[in-house]
């Protein structure tokens, strides 16, 4: 199959328990999502994230763009300006970007890492 669909990525339920997330001395976040595979370009991670509130650094350090579906939050990236996010917002991110999640209202995301 050339094109795949996630079909209502805002309401689609059944994702999969991907554990937590936080800082010690934190509220760990809980976090679900579904990968999607696409045939021949399988070392591109895509799919829906969704986390619950709470704090953690990011851990990524390949590339990222992230639409929000909804949600709301801030990332501070180290050493830079604290950004605010909501549902409908969008977000790139270069390779090896660290920083501080904090989620105040549960985010769910489309997700691309290179």
Same mark, same amino acid.
């Given at each position: 199959?050339?094109? %795949?669909?996630? %079909?209502? /990525?805002?309401?689609?339920?059944?994702? $999969?328990? !991907?554990?937590?997330?936080?800082?010690? =001395?934190?509220?760990?976040? +809980?976090? @679900? =999502?579904?990968? &999607?595979?696409?045939?021949?370009?399988?070392?591109?991670? @895509?799919?829906?994230? $969704?986390? /619950?509130?709470? @704090?953690? *650094? +990011?851990?990524?350090?390949?590339?990222? &763009?992230?639409?929000?579906?909804? =949600? /709301?939050? /801030?990332?501070?990236?180290?050493?830079?300006?604290?950004? *605010? #996010?909501?549902? =409908?917002? @969008?977000? #790139? #991110?270069?390779?090896?970007?660290?920083?501080? !999640?904090?989620?105040?209202?549960?985010? *769910?995301?489309?997700? &691309?890492?290179?």
């Amino acid at each position: 199959m050339k094109v %795949q669909q996630i %079909q209502q /990525s805002v309401q689609l339920a059944g994702l $999969e328990d !991907w554990g937590t997330a936080g800082l010690p =001395g934190t509220e760990p976040a +809980r976090v @679900t =999502g579904r990968q &999607v595979v696409i045939a021949g370009a399988e070392a591109i991670d @895509t799919g829906v994230f $969704e986390c /619950s509130p709470g @704090t953690y *650094r +990011r851990s990524v350090k390949e590339a990222e &763009v992230m639409h929000f579906l909804a =949600g /709301s939050g /801030s990332f501070t990236p180290d050493g830079e300006a604290t950004l *605010r #996010f909501k549902g =409908g917002d @969008t977000m #790139f #991110f270069e390779a090896n970007t660290e920083g501080l !999640w904090q989620i105040d209202e549960t985010l *769910r995301k489309i997700y &691309v890492i290179f």
